[in-house]
Every structure is written in C-alpha cells, then in structure tokens.
C-alpha cells in the first residue's frame, strides 16, 4: 500500500484505512472506527459515560486538544488556525504529519474506540477529516448548569478561560473568511466573566451544529442523564450497542460508594445527582439567561434556521434547574495530605527472575531526564507535537513545564515526588533505556498483579494522583503495584499491526480516575507510541541484562526516526517497528518476544547424534544467511567462546533437523552456572522440559533486530538453539518428552 495515493494529511489517512479495511475482510473481521463525543463546553457530566464505556470500548480523553501543543497550527488553542487545506507540510513537520496519522488510524480496529473531545470550535472540521465515517454523540448542558459548575470551581480563572475568549476574539476578527461570520458572536467587548463563558458556549455549539449539519448523532443533555438516567442510557446504547444491561452509573463510579474524594475534586465528578441544583444568585442567572438569548439571535444571522435550531436544543434545559445561591466553598488545585508518607529510596526488589523497582517514576527523575535530552538537541516539541511528553498547564492536572527562554524543565512546586503521568511510550521506554531498565510486558505485570488488592487511589477518592511512595509500604515492597497509575507496558497486540494500524503498546492495572477491580486492572487495553494520558506513568523493570544508554545516544536514535518519517511508503507498523527496536537495543530479546509463538504438533523426544561437520556447518552459512556478525560463530568446535551468553550468543550453537512447517524444536538450554545469562529464555512459552515447543516465526530472510544484535534468518529446516558455550549439539535431559496420557 502507498500512502501516496492520497494528498495531505486526510489523503493519506483515507489511503491506509482503505487498505486497513481491504485486510480487515481478508481476515473475517469488521473494521469499527471510534465513537466520537463532543461535548458543547466542559463540565457536560461526560464522566459516567466513560464508566459506562468503559467496559466494551477504549477510552481517549481530548486527545486532539490536549495532546497537540498550542502553537500546532491544527490546535484548537492556536489563534492562528486557517484550516488543514491551507497548512502547508513543512508547518506541521515530520512527527506532527506521523502522530496525526497514527492518532487517526489507531481508533480503527475490531473493537471499537471512544473519543471525547470539547470545545474544539473551528478545529472540529479537521477532527472530523481524521475520523471519517465516525459515529458522534453530543453531550450538553444548559448554560446556567455549565456556569453554575463553573463558579463552584472557579474554573473560569483557573482554565484560563479569558484568554480563550480572546483567542475567540482574534479569530472571529482577524481570521479567515469562514471565522469572521461569527464575529457577532464573541465581540470584543471586554464582557464580565459569565458572560465571556456563556458567549464562548454559545459559540462552540452553533460551529458544532453547524460542522454537523446533515449528519446522523446522538444527542444526550446533562439534564436528562440526572433526570431520567434510563432515557440517557438508551441513546447511549443506540450510539454504540452493547451496553445492554450495563447500570448507568449516574455520575458516579459503578463500584464507589460512599463520599466524594478528598483533595480537589475539580476532575472527579463522582457525586451521585438525583436533582439539578445551580449554585448562582438570581442576577446571575438572569445575565446568564439573557446573554445566551442574544447569542443565539445573533447566530440566526450567521447559520442556517436547521443549524441555529439544532444548537438551541442543545443549550436548552435552565427551566430544569432550582436556583440555590452558593455558600462559602473552599478551593484547593493540589491533594490535600494532612501527613504525607515519608520518602523511600527508589530499589529494584526481586520478584522471580525479574527485578521490580518499588516506585513509579517521579516528575523529578523526569524532569532530569528531559533536560537531559534537551541539553543534547532533542526536544520534546516538534512544530507543536509531543515526542516525550504532554505539556499541560498545571490547573489542567500538568507538573511538568518547561521555560521557553531557557529550555529549562522544572516541576509544579510540591509534586517533584509525585508520579509521572502525561507520558508517550516514547517517552516511557526511552527513560527505561536511560536508566538501564525496561518497560515490562503485560504478561509479567498481569502475574505480579493477580490476586493484588488495590491501593486507596483509586475510583477517583483522591481525585488525583498521590505520591509516589505509598503510606504503610516499606521500601522493599512494589507501592502502588495497583493504583494511582495504570502503567505503559513494553508490548502490545499485534493484530492490528498485521492490518497496517500503527504500532500500539498495552496499558495495564488501575488508576485514579478508573474502577478498582480486578476486571478493570487486567482489562486489555493499548495505545499508539504517541499517545500519552493524565491516568498513564511508568513502572521499570529488570531482568539482568539491560545497559543504560548515553543521552547522547538516545538522543541519535530519536533524530535518526524522525529522519525517516519523511518515507510515508512504508507500513505504520514498520516505521514505528524502527524506534520501537531502536529503544529496545538494550534489551536481551532484541526485539524478538513479538514472534515467538507456540509450535505445532506433539512433543518429542530427539538429539543430534553428532556435531555438525565443518561442510555441514558450511551449508548451514550459505542456507540461512546469517548476518555478518553471527558467521563467526559457525566454526569447528561449533560453539563461541566461553562466556556469558547475551544477545550475541544466542545463535552460537546451530543445528539442522528435519521438520515440516511449525512443527519445529526450538530449544536454549538453561545453563547451570550462575554467571552465565540466559536473557532469551523468557520470551519462551516453554523452556527446557516440558509439554510444549515454541517456534520462532519469522518471515523468510527478515529480522526484527537493531543493529549490533545477530538473528538467524529461518528458511525451510527447522533450527536448534543451544545456549550452553561448552557443547555443539543438543542433550537428551532439557528436551521436550513424551508424558503418558
């Protein structure tokens, strides 16, 4: 497939979900796209529709509003935005053009994936040219709700609410031809707070209902969700069937009872609702109403009767409320800890054959690392997109920031031992390789966490994160081994990447802001490599055989991808495939654990009667092409030097047997000296003994590999590993036997 085949941004997009669909077919399988939400203004209640999601669909909260910068010229806070028909290439860059590719395709799959967005205004166009086809649902509010939540929180200063007006302003007045049509409806008046977040609602629905004109939604109000929750959940299950049976949850987490979390709730709305309430004086909402009134009038000017229409229905619902001035409410932006836990020393404890550190990675180690990276010329931002790590101001839940004059990062005063959250899996594994660790596998998290109860942080009782070290816990313990975060994992599935989807790595265990069961902690669930989360952070892992790598180095390798992003010819798969091998080149599998597979056929009893001979070794170079470094270890005496057996010596015993298609002995014994390393060896369903065979499946002549570490390429004749330096051929005790039945 050439992604050529269409222009732009939307043309290539178009271009690989066409061959996406086409392999989809091949397979036997349906190609869902997302469900898109669009909510009218924040504080639409959208969260107990996550909770309600979340059991049947992937949850992507404001991706393209958050996850792009401000100045991206398709961001929804830029005041430059003209339109992705007038962007040129070059303003968006390599990464940007990838990561808005990969954010698209990504959503397309078997299973379907959730989008929530809000307040995009002109941007919404462009979301809806990256998700073609996407089924929307609209959530609402009545503006003297939205205001009401607004006041209680004092988000209008705290979310920089004024200079989004004035954003609004700028555009309406000195944008494009299409944005200055809504100049009546955001003038530049210097209006009093409500009436500045009252017009900018306004605003953004009319240019929802406009974008939407003609088109097929759903349509759920706040109002309705607290009044008649079964009506609510009727139109959700029509918008994406399958939650049949499901208990609509009503604002609060199916699975928490009792009060509402402690600290600041500003991004937990967990409290049940059986009634709607505004917490506003009577002048207030008079003003509210009013302004809302002239703002429509206005828009009946701007848009079509159907479309101003639409948007009426859409604020409709203040009639519904009971006015109940508000008391005095204390306001906080951070936990609150009456005794924060003392501080425990990051350590790796030993769990098996693995190495676990106890603490997830802080905004401080983070911190570090990222002015690392930029002291060595590599940046986080990449003409507005988001290699390592989301930028967000900190009453949006950011910690980390950097100063544009000095390139300086530092962290939000009093969080420098909090975890990381807001983090690419980039970023996650790029970190893992600074600090000569390793993201963990799913597999191995799912083992560690069976059977775990969660910590208190969880089901939004915190509303946030807390710190790193977990109250109680010793240092030789895993805090916070579930809860606070979900963690990124360093695999993920590869059905998708065999469609021609971008690579995508799975997130595992609870979070904050997710349900505290077991179910939801070991609910598959994945991501592209650029995508990040305010519930995602890292958990390292060791296994003995990783190496730090330079700054320096990391840093070559992050240039040299972004290099190559400027090929769209190739799979997204492959070219993430690239940095995914690239970050893991201090791994012991190089890369190899995807493709190791259960073989087919019974177990057997077998060994070579002899070493090969020196013209049996000989063929075995000239028939499976090894690459250069590995020829040397075809030699008489048939096996390397003695040593520690790393990635380099997997291959140092070479074996042929007969053997039909998948019916294949793979084998590397388990040394007995306690030196030697046999870091392959866990990336086999079965070792030594046993029931089963793995099969390294590889296609012909091709290996995943960095550079620096050897793989045999498999023809037709099955391969035998031997991993033990002092013997060439295999022993009869660490093979597969028969067992009675």
């Known amino acids: 497939m050439s992604a050529e085949a269409g222009h732009g941004v939307p043309g290539e997009i178009e271009a690989r979900l066409t061959a996406l669909a086409e392999a989809a077919r091949e397979g036997g399988t349906a190609l869902r796209g997302p469900l898109l939400i669009l909510g009218t203004c924040e504080r639409v209640g959208s969260n107990w529709v996550s909770d309600s999601l979340r059991p049947v669909a992937g949850q992507h909260n404001e991706p393209f509003r958050q996850q792009i910068a401000p100045d991206h010229p398709w961001s929804a806070l830029n005041p430059l935005f003209t339109g992705i028909g007038s962007t040129a290439p070059s303003a968006i860059g390599l990464l940007g053009r990838h990561w808005l590719v990969s954010f698209a395709v990504a959503k397309y799959g078997p299973d379907r994936e959730v989008v929530k967005e809000t307040n995009l205004f002109f941007a919404l166009p462009a979301l809806l040219a990256l998700l073609p086809g996407a089924p929307v649902l609209v959530l609402s509010r009545s503006p003297l709700g939205v205001a009401s939540s607004f006041m209680r929180g004092d988000l209008f200063r705290r979310w920089g609410y004024r200079s989004r007006y004035q954003q609004m302003v700028t555009m309406t007045g000195r944008g494009d031809s299409c944005a200055r049509r809504f100049a009546a409806l955001a003038p530049d008046d210097n209006p009093a707070d409500l009436v500045a977040l009252v017009r900018l609602q306004v605003l953004n629905t009319v240019l929802m209902a406009d974008a939407l004109a003609g088109r097929d939604l759903a349509h759920i109000s706040y109002e309705t969700a607290v009044t008649s929750p079964g009506d609510a959940l009727a139109t959700l299950t029509t918008a994406l069937p399958g939650l049949e049976g499901l208990a609509l949850s009503g604002g609060r987490a199916a699975d928490l009872p009792g009060p509402g979390p402690a600290g600041d709730g500003t991004f937990a709305t967990t409290n049940r609702k059986t009634m709607l309430t505004a917490g506003l004086e009577p002048a207030d909402a008079a003003l509210i109403r009013a302004t809302a009134a002239a703002s429509l009038a206005a828009a009946q000017d701007v848009v079509r009767a159907p479309v101003a229409a639409r948007a009426a229905t859409w604020l409709a619902g203040d009639h519904l409320y009971r006015l109940d001035p508000p008391g005095q409410r204390p306001v906080t932006s951070r936990p609150v800890e ?41 940046p986080n931002s990449h003409h507005g997109t988001y290699l390592l790590a989301c930028e967000m101001p900190h009453e949006r839940g950011g910690r980390l920031h950097q100063d544009r004059a000095t390139a300086v990062w530092t962290v939000s005063p009093g969080y420098e031992d909090y975890p990381a959250y807001w983090v690419t899996w980039i970023g996650a594994a790029a970190f893992a390789a600074w600090d000569g660790a390793r993201l963990p596998a799913r597999a191995e998290l799912t083992r560690l966490t069976c059977g775990t109860a969660t910590t208190g942080n969880a089901a939004y009782r915190s509303g946030d994160v807390t710190p790193v070290t977990e109250p109680g816990a010793r240092a030789s313990m895993i805090h916070h081994l579930l809860g606070n975060l979900q963690t990124w994992c360093g695999d993920g599935p590869g059905e998708q990447t065999r469609l021609g989807a971008p690579a995508v790595r799975w997130l595992h265990g609870i979070a904050w802001n997710t349900p505290a069961t077991q179910q939801a902690a070991q609910q598959p669930r994945c991501r592209h490599i650029l995508g990040c989360s305010r519930g995602v952070g890292i958990r390292l892992v060791r296994d003995g055989s990783q190496r730090p790598v330079s700054t320096g180095e990391l840093a070559a390798r992050l240039a040299a991808w972004i290099s190559s992003l400027a090929d769209r010819s190739r799979p997204l798969a492959e070219i993430d495939g690239q940095l995914i091998r690239a970050l893991d080149a201090s791994q012991a599998d190089g890369g190899l654990g995807s493709h190791v597979a259960a073989g087919a056929g019974e177990p057997f009893h077998g060994q070579r009667a002899e070493p090969l001979a020196e013209s049996e070794r ?38 042929h047997v007969g053997a039909v298609a998948r019916q294949v002995i793979t084998d590397i014994q388990q040394p007995t000296r306690l030196d030697v390393q046999a870091g392959f060896l866990p990336h086999l369903p079965h070792q030594g003994r046993g029931q089963g065979l793995a099969v390294l499946d590889l296609a012909a002549r091709q290996a995943p590999r960095p550079p620096g570490i050897g793989v045999l390429v498999q023809q037709q004749d099955a391969v035998i590993f031997d991993n033990h330096a002092g013997h060439s051929h295999m022993h009869p005790v660490n093979l597969p036997h028969r067992f009675p039945a």
């Open 618 to 655: 000989r063929q075995v170079r000239e028939l499976d092409e090894l690459h250069a470094p590995d020829r040397a270890g075809i030699e008489p005496g048939g096996h390397l030097a003695d040593g520690p057996a790393g990635p380099a010596s997997l291959e140092g015993e070479v074996n």
């Open 338 to 378: 009456s005794r924060p836990p003392p501080p425990v020393a990051p350590r790796y404890v030993r769990r098996g054959r693995l190495e676990v550190r106890n603490l997830l990675v802080s905004n401080a180690e983070y911190a570090r690392f990222l002015n690392a990276l930029s002291a060595a010329e590599m």
